[in-house]
């Protein structure tokens, strides 16, 4: 039962992140980031967001910290 509510809620996460990431302005951040997968901690207080870009593996973590400067925000 809790690892359907953890999918669940991880899935609500993955959408709300993408719909948040398409009203982000930062320049490093790639235009074609994919949200691939979130894993949630068992209690829920931690979740860890995988990402992929089109653009390669460089352009990528370059999102990476375009999005971890905009924490606050997310």
């Known amino acids: 039962m ?7 809620l991880g899935e609500d996460i993955k959408r709300e992140l993408t719909a948040i990431m398409r009203e982000l302005k930062d320049p490093r951040i790639a235009e074609f980031l994919t949200i ?8 829920l207080s931690h ?3 995988y990402v992929s ?3 390669g593996i460089e352009k990528a973590k370059e ?8 924490s606050g925000y997310i």
């Open 53 to 55: 870009s089109f653009e």
């Open 2 to 8: 809790a690892s359907f509510k953890a999918g669940r």
């Open 47 to 49: 979740c860890k967001v």
């Open 63 to 70: 999102s990476v910290k375009g999005l971890t400067s905009a």
């Open 36 to 43: 691939v997968r979130v894993d949630l901690s068992n209690d």
